[in-house]
């Protein structure tokens, strides 16, 4: 089969020029983005309302339709999964991808029309396998192989308009082109079921008598099946198992406090990483190679973008700015106008730009997920780095992990309390905890600052949960599952008084 995996590397190679060309050309590109979805959406009846017709600038754009936010964008996606066509995109969309973003009670229903999934998911894988046949030529991705695919659930929503709802990872296996899935493993079916216990079992029992040279998924839910392949094969590291394995493909959270263990499972340095950004919304961004930090920003994916200075973001009338616009080093909130009908839509995550020309990105949190009741603004990416470098420090491993501020009786004085569940405890969980808070003052000089003689915050607190925690709390909510995610921080401390109730009272903080 060598000379099949020559050909589909051809193909891809040829696709890699108008990749190349995008990113070479980012203003034109996304110029010409804006202009077809202006155009393709002018009689849609959300372009009727505000006058998509007559609108030749982005700057009318800007001034016509104001972010949007979930709660506003979603009377018109009810009439959608209703049936009705022409609201947000031309025509009558079946498929709603149902966002897992956070694990609020509340889900988010995310239009997915074919024109969204052919020219935006659908591409935007295609154009990451481009990029990654590019920089790692002797490749056998297609080489007599098979990929793991772990994609979620999908169901029928309303049988009258033959309406449906799912992860989004679902939808694009139900529309994989044919030549695509035979090199899939297992089969759709088995990749599509909702029990994700069953998944886990039959892909293992699958997958372990199988060439596999990649998969991609959350690293958490991936650990879990790639442990119990292991196990069924009975050898010492999954490199006896799947000699020719090259590329994990992960995203959803940050990778860095999950790599040493993937490391541990494949010893050696023939293992490649890289980092995507497919979100339900759309897929934005893959990382052009192993040396890059930041993820390159697909700019002709049916996605026009834009990008409000995080601090600016709640002020009445934030200034946004355009990928001819952007600085590094600054954290946005990223807005996104899609050919899913999604219109200067507040996606909630922020990022910032490491590199411009090429315009890489890196995702930096959420909107909502970060910390700031004492004025130390921790982010979510500072939270991952520090966590990181402490596990690096200790020999530690990390499954998985939530933060929440400690309201103290001085009201303006109080702390951060970490819920951490290990893969590897470190050997003194003492040092891990006073490492975890020098390395997040050495990262966050306004974490810095409040720390300083315990001014205003007091040294963080730490609590070890029981293994299996996290995942016994996202089953409660009915959210366990491939991308089903833990909210990394919050202002609040719902979350994590929630996830304490599933710990036994032995278990103690530190």
């Known amino acids: 089969m060598k000379w099949l995996n020559a050909v589909i590397k051809t193909g891809f190679n040829l696709n890699l020029r108008h990749v190349q060309k995008s990113i070479e050309h980012p203003e034109t590109t996304q110029q010409k983005v804006f202009e077809q979805l202006i155009r393709q959406s002018s009689k849609t009846e959300f372009g009727r309302q505000h006058d998509f017709a007559s609108i ?13 936010s979930y709660e506003e964008i979603k009377p018109y996606i009810q009439q959608m999964m209703a049936g009705t066509p022409n609201i947000l995109v031309p025509g009558k969309v079946s498929y709603f991808s149902r966002s897992s973003g956070t694990t609020s009670h509340k889900s988010k229903y995310i239009p997915v029309p074919y024109n969204n999934l052919k020219h ?17 030529p002797q490749s056998k991705l297609f080489d007599a192989s098979r990929a793991i695919i772990m994609g979620g659930e999908i169901g029928l929503f309303n049988s009258q308009a033959s309406t449906y709802v799912g992860d989004v990872s679902a939808i694009m296996l139900k529309h994989l082109p044919f030549y695509a899935a035979y090199f899939l493993t297992p089969n759709i079916p088995t990749a599509l079921l909702p029990d994700w216990e069953e998944k886990i079992e039959r892909i293992a029992q699958v997958a372990v008598h199988q060439n596999i040279t990649n998969l991609s998924g959350v690293p958490t839910w991936t650990l879990v099946l790639l442990r119990r392949i292991l196990e069924l094969s009975g050898k010492s590291h999954l ?15 940050d990778f860095a406090p999950y790599r040493s263990q993937f490391e541990a499972l494949f010893p050696g340095n023939n293992v490649q990483y890289r980092n995507t950004y497919n979100a339900s919304e759309g897929f934005f961004a893959t990382q052009f190679s192993e040396k890059d930090n930041g993820m390159q920003v697909l700019l002709d994916n049916g996605v026009f973008y834009e990008f409000v200075p995080l601090q600016e973001l709640h002020q009445e009338c934030p200034k946004t700015y355009t990928i001819a616009e952007v600085q590094t080093g600054i954290n946005y909130a990223l807005l996104i106008s899609t050919n899913a009908g999604l219109w ?9 730009f490491t590199s411009i020309y090429p315009h890489h990105i890196q995702i930096t949190g959420r909107t909502m997920q970060f910390i700031n009741v004492f004025g130390e603004e921790v982010m979510v990416w500072n939270a991952e780095k520090a966590l990181a470098r402490t596990c690096q420090q200790t020999q530690a491993q990390i499954a998985e992990y939530t933060v929440a501020p400690i309201f103290l009786s001085d009201d303006n004085k109080g702390g951060h309390e970490w819920l951490i569940e290990f893969e590897k405890l470190p050997n003194n969980i003492l040092q891990f905890k006073q490492l975890l808070d020098q390395n997040l003052q050495q990262l966050n000089s306004d974490y810095e600052a409040k720390r300083y003689k315990n001014i205003a915050l007091q040294e963080l607190e730490l609590k070890v949960a029981p293994k299996g925690t996290f995942h016994n709390w996202l089953r409660s909510k009915g959210k366990y599952g491939g991308q089903n995610k833990v909210p990394r921080l919050s202002n609040q401390r719902q979350y994590l008084e929630e996830i304490l109730t599933f710990i036994p009272s032995e278990f103690s903080s530190f």
């Open 56 to 68: 030749a600038s982005i700057q009318q754009l800007q001034e016509r339709v104001p972010i949007q």
């Open 120 to 136: 935006c998911h659908l591409k935007g894988a295609h154009d990451a396998v481009s990029i990654w046949f590019h920089n790692y």
């Open 239 to 253: 490199t006896e198992v799947f000699p020719n394995f090259e590329l994990y493909a992960h995203g959803g959270v």
């Open 344 to 352: 200067r839509y507040l996606i909630g995550d922020t990022v910032q």
